[in-house]
Nanobody, 117 residues
Framework: QVRLVESGGGLVPVGGSLRLSCEGF????????MAWYRRPLGKDRELVAE???????KYGDSVKGRFTVSRDNAKDMVYLQMNGLNPDDTGLYYC???????????WGQGTQVTVSS
């Protein structure tokens, strides 16, 4: 059974940094696309960053220049380095991944990020 487990969320002051991690379990051939989404309180879920297996990254407009997505294919892990955090970054952050050679989508349970003003 495929599972994604996030870690690294927490409470930080404005301007602070956090690094989120997500580890995938239950895949034989690794993951293709991996991504981070977030759901701010009272708002729809939005893409934060996406990364292909070969490292090509895409970012949501609001995080460009502040966040960096990376991955370790050998460990089935994806990371999100978040710098220059502001209150608009507060939300529940979800890991998303698609196992290679499938179209099956998987989500983690989410990790809360709160930026205090």
């Amino acid at each position: 059974q495929v599972r994604l487990v996030e870690s690294g969320g927490g409470l930080v002051p404005v301007g602070g940094s956090l690094r989120l991690s997500c580890e995938g379990f239950g895949v034989i051939n690794g993951f293709g696309t991996m991504a981070w989404y977030r759901r701010p309180l009272g708002k729809d879920r939005e893409l934060v960053a996406e990364i292909s297996r070969d490292g090509e990254a895409k970012y949501g407009d609001s995080v460009k220049g502040r966040f960096t997505v990376s991955r370790d294919n050998a460990k089935d892990m994806v990371y999100l380095q978040m710098n220059g955090l502001n209150p608009d970054d507060t939300g529940l952050y979800y890991c998303y991944a698609i196992p290679r050679w499938t179209q099956d989508e998987y989500w983690g349970q989410g990790t809360q990020v709160t930026v205090s003003s």
